[in-house]
């Protein structure tokens, strides 16, 4: 458990390529340097722990959410799926004083090759996830999102949450004063504005292909 918060907090602040396993190691106090490498065997295996540790409860909340969401009748509730996604993993911000790390660090990890959630459907503490990214995915079909924009706007929908939620969770560590709304507020705007980008429309725009790209480049 030591070496898992350790590498979440070192990954978080320096970004993963920055930061050896024997770093960790020494950071957490262990006298054998390998003991990373000998626990996990690779950066990227280690990683997937942190990941691992943190999603476990957050998928559990998550899921929960969306079988009040199916009760209610509103398994396709674009608000709903975006509480879903959004309310469990806001719950790892920290406060002022007690900072936290994870939502950092998903933003750096997320890049790192075989990292678990570039596979959402892989593992069970990502099926959450993978629900609400379904069912977003079936509703911006159902309204007519052309199919080679639905991925992007899926990446740009989970984007936009996770980075807002990281560059509040640094401001709270570093600089708590440049907060100017309360946690519940900045919540609140964060669902909104998800919300509108999940559905917001497309402008038509001229068909092209990639041949026609590369040739008007």
């Not at 295996?45 to 009040?68: D, G, Q, S, W």
């Not at 509730?77 to 660090?105: C, H, I, K, N």
């Not at 959450?128 to 990446?155: C, M, N, S, Y």
Request: charged share 25%; proline share 5%; net charge neutral.
């Amino acid at each position: 458990m030591l070496l898992i918060e350790t590498a979440e907090r070192l990954f978080a602040e320096r970004g993963v390529n920055a930061v050896s396993l024997r770093e960790i190691g020494a950071t957490a106090g262990q006298r054998n340097t390998g003991a990373v490498r000998y626990h996990f065997g690779t950066k990227e295996a280690l990683v997937n722990a942190v990941f691992e540790h943190r999603m476990t409860p957050i998928n559990k909340r998550r899921l929960a959410m969306l079988a009040e969401l199916h009760d209610a009748a509103r398994s396709h509730d674009v608000r709903g799926l975006t509480e879903a996604y959004l309310l469990p993993l806001a719950g790892m911000l920290g406060d002022p004083g007690q900072p936290s790390w994870y939502l950092r660090f998903c933003v750096h990890a997320s890049f790192v090759a075989g990292a678990a959630p570039n596979d959402l459907d892989a593992q069970p503490w990502t099926r959450g996830v993978a629900i609400v990214r379904d069912r977003i995915r079936e509703i911006l079909t159902d309204q007519g999102l052309p199919a080679d924009l639905i991925q992007e706007r899926w990446t740009l929908y989970s984007g936009h949450l996770t980075h807002a939620l990281a560059d509040r969770e640094l401001l709270t560590e570093i600089a708590p004063t440049r907060i100017s709304t309360s946690r519940e507020v900045f919540l609140s705007h964060l669902l909104d504005t998800a919300v509108s980008l999940a559905l917001a429309p497309i402008t038509p725009m001229p068909k092209t292909t990639h041949a026609d790209r590369r040739r008007s480049a």
